[in-house]
């Protein structure tokens, strides 16, 4: 007797990079095309110009674009130009929020803040990172006060993709703030950008940054990212043809694969199909109906526990309520929020597993994309409700 093949997951909710899909016709058509034309042309070429238009026209704020291949090298491009800027080297970025794994930025990011997610990083690199409480801009502002500040870094929606929400209050608070102290406000909207609107949170939540770091999306799914924002701001990075300048005060970046003409093939064709905001609408419909759908599960079965989140992003969290857990008010415990479900969350994780779903298990969250029907989440929602009797039956529900 042949073994049984194991069950794969019908649904993957692993899709931060993917909003549209798996193999999205489009996306893999442009990607063939231009295989046939050439993988590296070693120059400059046409696509990567209408890719940075599209950028352009998607992007609030988005004057001039530099392409990248990853998230933290673009974040880490950010921090450069910021610096190069203003002439100020300490960083500001806020407790929770992941921005990539380059020096710089791996403070703080996991409870407990105090020690940097990696090992390996020189304490005098990370004594020109600040760290400021979530949604507290009256930490923000001493942090300011105290010391010679190029930049303030954060995701907008919230640190690690909305584990814990940015209150829009804070948003725009911080937005006046560093306008009138002349420091560079960076959104790192690897994960939103073009997934919460086709401007990102930006559009969403109406606050535009000094610099956008895009990743994920705008490369349809290739190796692919980009810098945008300001123009004075991004012209650190450029060439001005004054040999002294350019030696001496220029931002150095280049990357031998960065805006590769098959990366710039699928990106171009992702935005084509992202600009419209077409896409991003169905599915904020989707998110809301599933945040909705999961809660009413809880609430049925007198589960303590909220599915929160924005637009198409979901996070999972059992064993205390949304009020409790301060998310209402944007009073939130940043750490507990990042310790998360520990045990019980793994076992959630597995339950979801055997009804076909998966999702990000270390942090019990996950992004919809658009192959994604109403049926989908209506199986999600089910899925999810078997997983919680399942886990009531062994006895592990709080
Ligand atoms: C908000 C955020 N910033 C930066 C990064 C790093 O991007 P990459 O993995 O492309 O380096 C990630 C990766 O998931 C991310 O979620």
Not at 235 to 252: E, L, P, Y
Not at 276 to 301: H, I, P, S, Y
Request: net charge positive; glycine share 10%.
């Amino acid at each position: 007797m042949g073994r049984r093949r194991p069950r794969l997951p019908r649904l993957l909710e692993r899709s931060r990079r993917l909003i549209l899909g798996h193999n999205h016709p489009a996306i893999v058509a442009a990607i063939t095309e231009q295989t046939r034309r050439g993988l590296h042309y070693g120059a400059c070429h046409e696509l990567e110009v209408r890719w940075a238009e599209l950028v352009r026209a998607c992007v609030p704020g988005a004057e001039k674009v530099r392409f990248t291949m990853t998230g933290t090298e673009t974040t880490a491009l950010a921090v450069r130009v910021a610096r190069a800027a203003t002439g100020r080297s300490k960083i500001v970025k806020l407790e929770g929020h992941f921005h990539g794994v380059h020096d710089a930025l791996v403070a703080a990011v996991k409870d407990p803040f105090e020690i940097p997610m990696s090992a390996g990083v020189p304490t005098e690199t990370l004594a020109s990172t600040l760290v400021a409480r979530h949604n507290d801009l009256a930490h923000v502002k001493a942090l300011l006060d105290e010391h010679e500040v190029a930049a303030v870094i954060l995701e907008p929606a919230g640190g690690r993709s909305m584990t814990a929400p940015t209150s829009p209050a804070f948003l725009r608070a911080l937005r006046e703030l560093t306008r009138a102290r002349s420091v560079v406000l960076i959104f790192d909207e690897v994960v939103t950008g073009f997934r919460m609107a086709p401007g990102g949170a930006q559009e969403y939540f109406g606050v535009t940054a000094d610099l956008a770091c895009l990743a994920k999306a705008v490369a349809g799914g290739l190796p692919g990212a980009a810098l945008t924002g300001r123009a004075d701001l991004l012209d650190t990075i450029a060439f001005a043809g004054d040999s002294k300048r350019d030696r001496t005060r220029r931002v150095a970046d280049q990357g031998t694969y960065s805006a590769a003409p098959i990366v710039a093939a699928a990106g171009v064709a992702a935005l084509e199909i992202l600009k419209t905001g077409e896409v991003q609408r169905e599915l904020n419909r989707k998110g809301d109906r599933l945040r909705a759908g999961m809660n009413q599960v809880l609430k049925t079965r007198g589960v303590p526990g909220t599915v929160y989140g924005a637009s198409s992003i979901f996070r999972i969290f059992l064993g205390a309520d949304a009020a409790t857990l301060g998310l209402d008010d944007g009073t939130m415990d940043v750490a507990r929020l990042d310790r998360g479900m520990g045990p019980l969350g793994a076992k959630l994780h597995l339950a979801m597993l055997l009804h076909g779903v998966d999702y990000n298990r270390g942090s019990a969250n996950g992004w919809l994309n658009a192959a994604m029907t109403d049926a989908d989440i209506d199986a999600m929602v089910d899925a999810f409700d078997r997983s919680l009797d399942r886990l009531r039956q062994e006895r592990a529900l709080p």
